[in-house]
């Protein structure tokens, strides 16, 4: 996306230099406004439908058991989340039990129940999200042509200009949105790592001290 976005601010500038437009009407203003944030939205809804469907795919696959979840990143759904960490722990818990005991072994049977009964849950939840998250993209979808019913009744070049600067508008809030996450994400491990260390082990002499 940075590098996505250093594009953008070049072509931005070249045609800024090529076609002496150098900046847009108080309409124009409006407009980018009005569809940036509109633009936001959409991205967001795209981001989530994506880490829905990754997380699909988890589920579905049975071959992934024991393996790391995917992130819910832009998902705020604490339900899915946590359904997920139990689907987790329980693959996990599965996994370490198999190479000791039976398959008919109760415990097994009993976490291997749980597992049938969370799968289908998680996949009920991320589906319900997914129609949601598309209906609410048609609706965006839609004002979009909207916005670009009127792009289409102003100057050529305050049009093309409007339409690179919205371009250069969508990725820099996707740059800040990832950026902010990965801040979250860098705060959330700092808090989970270790603050402390062994300089020295301890050591110790062959006879008793006292």
């Known amino acids: 996306v940075a590098h996505d976005l250093d594009s953008i601010e070049k ?21 980018l406004q009005s569809v940036s944030a509109n633009d936001q939205k959409l991205s967001d809804v795209n981001m989530q439908l994506s ?18 979840i995917p992130s819910t990143l832009g998902v705020n759904d604490p339900i899915l989340s946590q359904n997920l960490e139990k689907l987790y ?27 049938n009964k969370i799968r289908p849950n998680i996949l009920q939840n991320i589906q319900a999200q997914q129609q949601n998250l598309n209906a609410v993209k048609q609706n965006l979808y839609a004002t979009n042509g909207n916005y670009n019913s009127k792009l289409q009744t102003m100057p050529q070049k305050e049009r093309q200009l409007l339409d690179i600067s919205r371009e250069q508008e969508t990725k820099r809030n996707i740059y800040a949105f990832l950026l902010q996450k990965k801040e979250e994400s860098e705060l959330s491990y700092a808090s989970t790592v270790s603050d402390h260390q062994i300089v020295d082990n301890a050591q110790a002499g062959t006879t008793p001290v006292s």
């Open 89 to 115: 722990n329980s693959e996990l818990e599965y996994e370490k039990l198999k190479k000791t005991v039976g398959e008919n072994n109760p415990t097994l049977v009993a976490i291997t129940d749980q597992i």
């Open 11 to 31: 072509k931005v500038q070249q045609y800024k230099s090529g076609e002496g437009a150098v900046d847009v009407s108080t309409q124009g203003q409006l407009f």
């Open 51 to 68: 880490v829905l469907n990754s997380v699909e795919k988890f589920v579905t696959d049975k071959d992934n058991k024991g393996a790391i």
